[in-house]
């Protein structure tokens, strides 16, 4: 791992952004992609998709070629489906849910009801087994 991490280029700093500690509540937008800004310059408006019907997509779906490709799309967690255009509002909505730091108090109690009730039966097992 140490050798991997010494051959390859160190990150920017534009690419740093909310990954520290001290980081993680910045406010700025972190910079889009050139990916990100692609899919914009091409899709100026919304574009409506054609979905294919359940019988066209069953009956190419086992031919060789297709399992082949179906395979290696499910595999690597791909699609052929051209990708839905998201305006930038919906775009920002998501970046904001996905980026937020904000969590639930139950959930919290949860996990640390389970976490202490696992510590318990690992201590009751080594204790009883070791």
């Avoid at 294919?52 to 791909?78: I, K, V």
């Avoid at 051209?82 to 996905?98: F, M, T, V, W």
Wanted: charged share 25%.
């Amino acid at each position: 791992m140490v050798v991997v991490s010494l051959f390859t280029q160190p990150r920017p700093e534009n690419k740093l952004f909310r990954v520290t500690w001290w980081t993680r509540h910045a406010v700025p937008e972190p910079e889009l992609t050139d990916d990100e800004n692609e899919t914009e310059a091409t899709h100026p408006g919304q574009m409506e998709i054609q979905e294919p019907t359940q019988n066209d997509e069953a009956s190419s779906r086992f031919s060789c070629t297709n399992l082949s490709r179906y395979m290696r799309n499910w595999l690597c967690g791909t699609s052929d489906q051209p990708e839905k255009y998201i305006s930038p509002e919906e775009k920002a909505e998501i970046r904001r849910k996905l980026t937020s730091l904000e969590h639930n108090s139950k959930w919290g109690r949860v996990l640390n009801v389970s976490a202490v009730a696992l510590a318990t039966a690992t201590a009751f097992l080594l204790g009883y087994f070791g």
